[in-house]
């Protein structure tokens, strides 16, 4: 079982298919490197997919500190599993927390990202939202020391951005909902305490993302509540972004449907390989709204 190793000395399990540019697939908090097996089948015909467990997450190691969780860190383990098979720059596809960690990717090296997709990113970002966000996150830890894993996975797969996934896909949601309960109650725990909770409101970034030149597509589904706001305000903000929402879909987009997903991917990938992708043009951010002042 190969395995890459951070800085820190944490082991990080990655799996990889399929030769050419790299493209490296970063999962989200319900979810593990399992969760992207249809894009590693697809991609994996095209390009060098690769995914990778996060910390906390098995078969990676689960520091037992929570101090070894935080969102620069989710960030620089994307960078150590590239390190680790000797590539120099990947395009970057995350969801959710992965979303969370390929925007910071952007922001933390650059030079390293031939393009980033930040999928279902926005939880716990609008300023109205941030007390909410962080009392349920102390909520979820709580939840997962008293209850454990598989208890904990019975209650969180049915949120209100996934409940489109078991209405459309019911096989597919018991698979999520089964692979939920395998994991770590103390990875999910750190990882909801280190990462989730500490991790800065994308409102207070936006001087970041005005400087990304690096291409970004941005996807959301158009039922994931907490992600419509915060994917307006990247697209607004980020000079390279292009957004797309995808109709009738939750917050687990790449598996609820795969094949759209792909397709809005794979064609942000031919682009910028292209060469073709814009960068805004300054004359469509004026405050006149029809340009007739």
């Not at 960690?101 to 999928?119: D, K, N, P, Q």
């Not at 489109?164 to 109650?185: I, M, T, V, W, Y």
């Amino acid at each position: 079982m190969p395995f890459a190793t951070t800085d820190d000395g944490v082991r990080l399990h990655y799996e990889e298919s399929g030769s050419g540019v790299p493209v490296i697939f970063v999962h989200e908090f319900a979810g593990d490197h399992r969760a992207w097996e249809t894009q590693m089948r697809h991609f994996g015909q095209r390009y060098r997919a690769i995914t990778y467990a996060a910390r906390g997450y098995p078969p990676s190691d689960v520091p037992a500190d929570v101090t070894a969780y935080s969102q620069a860190r989710a960030a620089d383990d994307i960078a150590a599993v590239l390190d680790h098979l000797g590539i120099a720059k990947a395009h970057v596809v995350g969801l959710s927390m992965g979303g969370f960690a390929t925007l910071h990717f952007g922001f933390r090296h650059a030079a390293r990202a031939l393009s980033l997709c930040v999928a279902g990113c926005g939880y716990g970002a609008e300023k109205g939202q941030r007390d909410k966000f962080k009392s349920e996150v102390a909520a979820v830890a709580v939840f997962l020391d008293e209850n454990g894993i598989e208890a904990f996975a019975a209650k969180y797969a049915y949120g209100p951005t996934r409940v489109q996934f078991e209405n459309k896909d019911p096989r597919g949601f018991e698979e999520f909902k089964q692979q939920l309960a395998e994991h770590s109650a103390v990875g999910a725990r750190n990882t909801q305490l280190g990462v989730q909770g500490e991790r800065p409101s994308l409102y207070d970034l936006v001087e970041q993302m005005k400087a990304l030149t690096v291409p970004v597509l941005i996807l959301t589904g158009d039922e994931d509540w907490p992600c419509l706001q915060p994917a307006l305000l990247m697209k607004q903000t980020i000079p390279t972004a292009a957004l797309s929402v995808m109709p009738n879909c939750g917050h687990t987009i790449n598996l609820e449907d795969p094949d759209q997903f792909n397709r809005l991917v794979g064609d942000f990938i031919v682009q910028v390989d292209a060469g073709r992708w814009p960068v805004r043009d300054p004359r469509a951010m004026v405050t006149s709204i029809t340009g007739m002042k």
